[in-house]
Each structure stands twice: as structure tokens, then as C-alpha cells.
């Protein structure tokens, strides 16, 4: 149930606008998580990096654009991935036809694994091998 | 100030919003809110990105949590505050021109009143100097509600329900 002024709001949403609040409000929640599992305060992280607070504050701001420059930044600092970018990648399984697959990975903390791809019972299993 | 009764506003996966409207209104305050913004074109976007960060983040995604929600005095406002309490990490959200004052009251339960945009620096002052206050004493009368046990507050299935077990949950 939501009120009738809210989903014609919903209605009248573009997709960009869907796709901003939802990177926004992950991007938030990420920085937030990772500064509290790490223990670090802004003062800290902006020392580290050699920036002012209130930049910190202003690169977590809806309002103020986040540059790859400054998201990089903020991974390294963190040590941890805050955004992924998939990569496409072509597979050609033991017995059957050859599909891509979109890869997501942890630049920080990817390690490198072999994966064993094949069919069985018409679904697509993927064993994972260290 | 008048009587007024809590309603759903919004029903979602991780979280309930609940609304407030003055008995002899037709529109909740929360309605009001977004009525007043929706069609003027400076506030279209602004309107669009709090309605969706409410309903598909919070809503469906997160739930209410508490660093979300900025503090104001005994009520809560979106969007999220300007400072984590505990890690003193600074989220600037002074361009963003609307404040929408609410109550957080668990991750799964959330009173939204009305809001204004955003002209001063402190909230008590400029135009959200009435709907500061407005919020803070609806807070204040969900609070003694709460507090006399005319409303009971379900955190395990996330709803507010009246004692005398109605559907209108009124707070005089």
C-alpha cells in the first residue's frame, strides 16, 4: 500500500534518477560500513590522504560529484572496493556451446581462482577450485 | 495544535512509513510535502530523488537505518544527516534544498511528517522554522503516546497499533 501522490511520483520517475539514488545511497552505506569495520574517523582517513575533512565530507555529499580520482582514492585508503565494474568475459565450457559471462571482482582482495564450467540436467553448474 | 491520527503512507519490504494527518485535513502532512514540490520545476528532481531514496532504499532495500536520518531535536529529517554520530564522518547535505522531517523509530518503522526547502543554516530558523517545530511536537505527542501505552509499537512485524485494537490510531 502507498499513498496515491507517493506512486504517481514512483510513476513519473526516470530511470537515471532510480539508478543515482540507488549508487548514492550504496556508495553511503559502503564508506560508512568500511570506516566502521576499519575504525577509521574522517579525521583520520583525511590525514591519510592529505585532504581536509570537510573534502571527505563534500565526496560523500549527493551534491558533489565523486570522481573515479577520488573513489580510487577512497579503495585505497579503505582497502576495499567501493564500486565494481563487470567485466565480460567469453567461456567455453567442457561440453557444451560457448557463453560470456559478466565477472564482477574485488580489485583489493580478488584472488586468483580456476573455475570449472559445464552442464548438468539442462542447468549451468560452475564448480570452484582454489 | 489539532488532533491527529497515524496512517500507512508507504507499506515496503524492509520497513513501514507511517504519516500523520491533522483530523479535519484531507491530505497527511507527508502528502502535503511532496504536493506542494512535485509540479515546480526547481524541485521536480529533488522531489523524485527523496520520494525513490525513501520507497526503493530505505524502503526496499536497507531499512531505516539509523545513519540515514539526520537528528533534529526529538525528530528525525531526510535526507541523511550532516554528521555520523559515532564516527564523526561528515555527510554535507546543505545543497540538497529540502529537508522532510520525519521520526525514525526503528529500522522498520518510520513516522514522516512535512518538510520545506532549506533556507538557513540552523533549521530553527528561515522556512523550516515552522516545520522543525511542527515535527518536534508531533514527536513529543507520539512520544507521551508511546510512553501512556495509547499506541503500541510491534518491532517484530514493524506496525504501530492502536490499545483499543481500531484501525484509527488517533493522538490527541
Known amino acids: 500500500m502507498r499513498s496515491k501522490v507517493l506512486q504517481e511520483i514512483l510513476d513519473d520517475t526516470p530511470k537515471e534518477v532510480e539508478i543515482f539514488v540507488e549508487m548514492y545511497g550504496d556508495i553511503v552505506v559502503r564508506v560508512h560500513e568500511l570506516m566502521e569495520e576499519k575504525g577509521f574517523s574522517q579525521k583520520d582517513l583525511a590525514q591519510s590522504m592529505g585532504k581536509k575533512p570537510s573534502e571527505i565530507s563534500k565526496w560523500l555529499s549527493g551534491n558533489h560529484n565523486l570522481t573515479l580520482r577520488s573513489l580510487v582514492k577512497l579503495e585505497a585508503e579503505l582497502g576495499e572496493s567501493i564500486i565494481n565494474v563487470p567485466s565480460r568475459k567469453k567461456i567455453k565450457p567442457l561440453d557444451g556451446e560457448s557463453f560470456v559471462m559478466t565477472v564482477h571482482s574485488n580489485f583489493t582482495s580478488t584472488t586468483n581462482r580456476t573455475f570449472e564450467v559445464g552442464k548438468h540436467s539442462e542447468k549451468l553448474f560452475i564448480k570452484m577450485a582454489n | ?172
Open chain 2, 1 to 172: 495544535m489539532n488532533s491527529f491520527v497515524l496512517e500507512i503512507w508507504a507499506e515496503e519490504s524492509k520497513c513501514r512509513f507511517y504519516t500523520v494527518r491533522k483530523l479535519d485535513e484531507e491530505f497527511s502532512e507527508t502528502d502535503k510535502f511532496f504536493l506542494k514540490f512535485k509540479d515546480e520545476p526547481k524541485f521536480k528532481r529533488s522531489i523524485s530523488e527523496l520520494a525513490n531514496f525513501i520507497v526503493k532504499y530505505i524502503g526496499q532495500k536497507t531499512g531505516a537505518l539509523s545513519y540515514l536520518f539526520r537528528f533534529e531535536n526529538k525528530a528525525h529529517a531526510l535526507p541523511p544527516p550532516s554528521k555520523y554520530t559515532f564516527s564523526q564522518l561528515e555527510i554535507k547535505t546543505k545543497d540538497f534544498p529540502l529537508r522532510l522531517y520525519c521520526l525514525r523509530i526503528s529500522n522498520e518503522i518510520v513516522i514522516l511528517f512535512n518538510g520545506t526547502e532549506k533556507n538557513s543554516q540552523k533549521a530553527q530558523e528561515g522556512n523550516t522554522k515552522k516545520f522543525f517545530e511542527e515535527a518536534n511536537y508531533f514527536a513529543s505527542k507520539i512520544d507521551e503516546a508511546i510512553i501512556n501505552k495509547e499506541i503500541i509499537l510491534n518491532f517484530k512485524e514493524g506496525k504501530i497499533t492502536s490499545t483499543n485494537g481500531g484501525n484509527k490510531i488517533e493522538i490527541n
